[in-house]
């Protein structure tokens, strides 16, 4: 299972449901990560505040595409992302 970070502002948004997409820079890094991830199943992927693995964490089934993401969800104007868009939070 992939596993990613996410800064603790994110991390709460997104388990109040409040933010449905977390984003990722186009990068050699990702693309790697998300290879052959970009297809219209969807995917289990965790997110954890911290790097530990005492960090909190949840399952989020997500789909991923790449687009513009949105400023007040933490992208910026005008640059592409990977976009994982939260269907569901598992646990």
Not at 4 to 29: A, C, N, Q, V
Not at 71 to 90: D, F, N, Q, S, T
Request: charged share 30%.
């Amino acid at each position: 299972m992939l596993i990613l970070p996410i800064k603790k502002k994110w991390y709460d948004m997104i388990l109040s449901g409040e933010k449905k997409e977390e984003y990722r820079e186009i990068k050699p890094y990702y693309m790697s990560r998300f290879c052959g991830m970009c297809r219209a199943e969807s995917h289990e992927i965790r997110f954890r505040n911290g790097y530990s693995t005492q960090s909190p964490s949840f399952v989020a089934r997500c789909m991923i595409e790449q687009g513009y993401g949105k400023p007040e969800w933490g992208a910026e104007e005008g640059k592409r992302y990977y976009i994982l868009k939260i269907l569901e939070v598992i646990k």
